[in-house]
């Protein structure tokens, strides 16, 4: 990776450049993390990715710890920061936890939408109905891009539905503790799961949602997420361990 940009030596930045320097490369890493960019397991070294944000090395250890206390990263003695690789464990307590707080944003949601986020909301659905399109015209599977934007766009859908709900703790909440980008990490790198009748699906699934948006249906968009959560719990776990 080459370097963006060239940094002030650390002796020479103030406390507050500090500050926004760790924040540059906080955003930085997790913009990585959540494309795939960063594989799981993969070795994070710290001199490479200084360079490639266009930040000097504190600022980048300050971002690691910030990562490693949120889970997202692991420190294994004498051999540096890895990127984490959630187990099936996490990935089941994390469900777990989607289930309890996601089918009341929805509920919640369907009670105080408004047009303009039902529209954004289909806006997100067309961006599925396009990759299928894509995929079913090409000659070969789906890349890694194509699977970095379904997922994008399910952590995108998912975020409307919090901040619609009007409650700002619980969009705090799924905004600190990432629920997307944990729940799908395992498969940002694995784009066979993505073929155009899985997309065609996710599109109809998701526009069905919108539709009970728009009746305004609070108990139907509670139902629809409970199952919604559940079938996704289902397809990652069976992905990482096949029964």
């Given at each position: 990776?080459?370097?963006?940009?060239?940094?002030?030596?650390?002796?020479?930045?103030?406390?507050?450049?500090?500050?926004?320097?760790?924040?540059?490369?906080?955003?930085?890493?997790?913009?990585?993390?959540?494309?795939?960019?960063?594989?799981?397991?993969?070795?994070?070294?710290?001199?490479?990715?200084?360079?490639?944000?266009?930040?000097?090395f504190t600022p980048v250890r300050e971002a690691i710890r910030q990562l490693a206390s949120e889970g997202l990263v692991e420190y294994v003695n004498g051999a540096g920061a890895f990127v984490r690789s959630p187990s099936r464990d996490e990935l089941v307590e994390l469900y777990d936890l989607r289930e309890t707080l996601e089918p009341f944003a929805a509920h919640r949601a369907a009670e105080s939408i408004?047009?303009?986020?039902?529209?954004?909301?289909?806006?997100?659905?067309?961006?599925?109905?396009?990759?299928?399109?894509?995929?079913?015209?090409?000659?070969?599977?789906?890349?890694?891009?194509?699977?970095?934007?379904?997922?994008?766009?399910?952590?995108?859908?998912?975020?409307?539905?919090?901040?619609?709900?009007?409650?700002?703790?619980?969009?705090?909440?799924?905004?600190?503790?990432?629920?997307?980008?944990?729940?799908?990490?395992?498969?940002?790198?694995?784009?066979?799961?993505?073929?155009?009748?899985?997309?065609?699906?996710?599109?109809?699934?998701?526009?069905?949602?919108?539709?009970?948006?728009?009746?305004?249906?609070?108990?139907?968009?509670?139902?629809?997420?409970?199952?919604?959560?559940?079938?996704?719990?289902?397809?990652?776990?069976?992905?990482?361990?096949?029964?």
């Amino acid at each position: 990776m080459e370097s963006t940009a060239t940094e002030t030596p650390d002796d020479k930045v103030t406390p507050s450049d500090k500050a926004t320097l760790a924040g540059k490369a906080y955003h930085a890493l997790r913009r990585m993390l959540s494309r795939g960019e960063l594989a799981p397991g993969q070795r994070l070294v710290n001199r490479t990715l200084a360079q490639h944000i266009g930040v000097s090395f504190t600022p980048v250890r300050e971002a690691i710890r910030q990562l490693a206390s949120e889970g997202l990263v692991e420190y294994v003695n004498g051999a540096g920061a890895f990127v984490r690789s959630p187990s099936r464990d996490e990935l089941v307590e994390l469900y777990d936890l989607r289930e309890t707080l996601e089918p009341f944003a929805a509920h919640r949601a369907a009670e105080s939408i408004t047009d303009s986020d039902i529209t954004e909301l289909e806006a997100i659905c067309e961006q599925w109905r396009e990759l299928a399109d894509e995929i079913r015209t090409q000659d070969e599977p789906a890349t890694l891009e194509q699977m970095r934007r379904c997922l994008d766009a399910d952590a995108c859908f998912h975020q409307v539905i919090y901040v619609a709900s009007g409650n700002r703790w619980l969009t705090k909440i799924a905004r600190d503790l990432r629920f997307i980008v944990h729940a799908f990490s395992v498969l940002r790198r694995a784009p066979d799961f993505l073929r155009a009748e899985v997309a065609e699906a996710i599109f109809s699934d998701h526009m069905a949602c919108v539709e009970l948006f728009r009746a305004r249906d609070g108990e139907a968009a509670r139902t629809w997420m409970l199952n919604h959560v559940r079938n996704g719990r289902e397809n990652v776990l069976d992905f990482i361990s096949p029964q």
